[in-house]
């Protein structure tokens, strides 16, 4: 049960920050499908870098435990086939339209 707990849980920050991270590459990368890739990595390595601090507990940061751990949840939010109105319903309403 905690397990399900923390894979809803990790749905939000790992979804937060693939937003965020889809407008970095804005006019450099125009493929939407390269862009996703770029922004699910880095929100992938942000949530495992805070996550496994978060699961140090005074000891020496987790990044692998974290990073398999966040793995699930990031993947969720990686859409099957890219388009921009799957955008708008995976990344927290952001519309993409518009950069495309």
């Known amino acids: ?9 990790a749905l939000i920050p790992t979804g937060v920050l693939a937003a965020l991270f889809i407008w970095m590459p804005g006019r450099y990368v ?6 996703a890739g770029i922004a699910n990595a ?3 390595v942000g949530a495992a870098l805070i996550g496994g601090m978060g699961m140090a507990d ?7 435990a974290a990073l398999v751990a966040y793995a699930l949840p990031q993947a969720i939010w ?3 086939r890219p ?3 799957s955008f708008s319903i ?3 309403g ?6 495309l």
């Open 1 to 9: 049960m905690a397990d399900v707990a923390f894979l809803i849980g």
């Open 90 to 92: 995976f990344h927290l």
């Open 30 to 35: 125009t493929s939407i499908v390269l862009r």
């Open 83 to 85: 388009s921009p109105s």
């Open 94 to 99: 952001v519309r993409t339209q518009r950069f």
């Open 78 to 80: 990686l859409p099957e």
């Open 42 to 44: 880095l929100a992938l």
């Open 58 to 64: 005074g000891g020496p940061p987790k990044f692998d």
